[in-house]
């Protein structure tokens, strides 16, 4: 049963974009600002938390919300997430210190966690089986949008303003998407009386926070085999066990695990993990890459990336049309054709190759996460009834994010390792290591350094990110292989 009516479906849409397109921004807005933030507030080592506070929280409540949805009906559930988005944009834009802004971020990040699933479930509810392929293009295409503005943006409010409105511009878009809901859409739920898992979310929270704190901080702050990084193991693995121990037990479990006994849901799942850890590992490292490798500037290292940003929401759209003519099963198929393509050019890539070799690796990414991730919402949504399409979307998302966060964190480990040891050969251990790479970055940075510690240094960098783009061979093989799986008749 749809439970919507369908009368201002346009105004319903628009406002749903445009609170997806605030919390998908927000990534690429605030990585642009980070120098400058850090020049104000200081705090340098707690760089990467303003990213992984916010995955962090978005990534440990994103199935609670997707569930809470299901319960409570999608519209109070959305204007809650928009609520604390607003409030964390607010408490980031007047943070006084480092500490103050990632408690913020974490707070942004809760709200992130309610505004990505809950509307494309909006979007699956007012939307026909038919009419959703073509609807969930234009969702994923604010993705690629936000890519593409988020740095413009951020480089905008930095040089002409200041950084605080990178995040007080979240205020009156919040607003009017906030005003959009409330007026527009008109939702019966069906209040049957259902028990929210409040437990099986405290597990998700501690087995997803510990692993965060693990990859980001384990083998730096938290040496690695010491006390503390043998207990953050310990307890994400265990968190992990008791929460899938509890769901089994529960009859209404926060994320039902027969939903993973429907076939198109697992395999895309699982393709969503393993496409989360390649879009990480092109989008965190071809910047270093193409600054420290090629010695060429920001913007060029941005336009590398840029063309992922508008491979994705071309291919989403395609993706739209390919679905109801093809079927999502062989559009899944093309989109893991192109990621392998774009991971094997990456492979191939040398300082002599020069950015447009980086950029077309980078478009072929993006149009392979436009196509797949596309498919893979549109077969989740059309295998399940509305009771369960808000955990079911979330799960997929929820992967996703998973795969991000571990991709970082094991993708930058194979990078520092191999750096570490070319400085160990050349020795020159004592005098640089891993976070002098930050010199070859700049020009004045990389004048500095020497000559032999700059060879040493660019060589330890070209062949970490080597060992990085052959990992990412073998996770496009995999994900294709597991595309391979997903039922070939539509349900």
């Known amino acids: ?148 503005t988020g740095p413009l943006l951020g480089g905008f409010f930095v040089d002409v303003l200041s950084w605080p409105y990178v995040f007080w511009m979240n205020v009156p878009l919040g607003l009017l998407a906030l005003a959009g809901i409330m007026i527009f859409f008109k939702e019966e739920s069906s ?54 121990k509890h769901e089994k037990s529960m009859k209404d479990p926060m994320l039902p695990l027969d939903l993973w006994s429907i076939r198109s849901i697992r395999f895309a799942n699982i393709t969503s993990f393993i496409t989360g850890m390649i879009l990480i590992g ?23 990336l840029t063309t992922m940003s508008i491979g994705w929401p071309i291919a989403s759209t395609m993706a739209g049309r390919l ?13 893991g054709t192109s990621l392998i393509a774009g ?42 009834e509305w009771q369960s399409r808000g955990i079911a979307t979330a799960s997929n998302m929820f992967m996703r994010s998973i795969g991000s966060a571990l991709g970082a964190a094991l993708l930058g480990g194979l990078l520092n390792n191999r750096v570490a040891s070319y400085l160990e050969q050349e020795g020159l251990s004592g005098e640089y290591d891993v976070n002098s790479t930050n010199q070859l970055l700049t020009e004045a940075g ?4 020497g000559n032999q510690a700059k060879v040493a240094l660019q060589e330890g960098l070209s062949s970490g990110l080597h060992n990085v783009y052959l990992g990412l061979i073998v996770l496009a093989v995999a994900s294709f292989l597991f595309i391979l799986q997903l039922p070939k008749k539509e349900d």
């Open 323 to 335: 679905i109801l003519k093809i079927g999502y099963r062989p559009t899944s198929m093309l989109g």
């Open 1 to 148: 049963m749809e439970h919507v009516h369908i009368k201002n479906r346009p105004l319903i849409l628009a406002s749903v974009m445009l609170a997806m397109f605030l919390a998908a921004i927000e990534a690429t807005i605030v990585s642009t600002a980070m120098p400058s933030i850090v020049a104000d507030l200081g705090g340098f080592r707690l760089y990467s938390w303003v990213f992984s506070a916010y995955l962090l929280t978005n990534a440990a409540t994103v199935l609670l919300f997707g569930r809470l949805a299901d319960i409570f009906g999608r519209k109070p559930i959305f204007l809650t997430g928009i609520s604390f988005f607003l409030i964390g944009a607010i408490l980031s834009a007047l943070a006084p210190s480092m500490e103050v802004l990632v408690a913020a971020r974490l707070v942004q990040g809760v709200g992130a966690g309610a505004l990505m699933p809950i509307a494309t479930t909006i979007v699956g509810d007012i939307y026909t089986k038919e009419e959703r392929a073509k609807i969930q293009g234009y969702l994923s295409s604010v993705w690629g949008i936000s890519a593409v």
């Open 343 to 384: 991971a094997v050019l990456f492979s191939l890539l040398s300082s002599e190759k020069g950015p447009w070799f980086a950029a077309s690796g980078s478009l072929l990414i993006g149009v392979g996460m436009g196509l797949t991730s596309t498919s893979f919402i549109v077969s989740i949504q059309n295998a399940v």
């Open 191 to 244: 209040m049957e009386k259902r028990s929210v898992d409040v437990i099986g979310s405290v597990w998700v929270i501690l087995a997803i926070s510990s692993l965060i704190v693990l990859l980001v901080e384990g083998g730096n702050r938290i040496p690695l085999m010491s006390v503390g990084f043998i207990g953050l193991v310990i307890l994400s693995l265990g968190s992990l066990m008791a929460f899938i």
């Open 282 to 304: 092109v989008s965190s490292y071809l910047p270093a890459f193409v600054q420290g490798v090629m010695e060429r500037s920001a913007t060029v290292a941005g336009f590398t």
């Open 446 to 449: 990389r004048s500095e350094l």
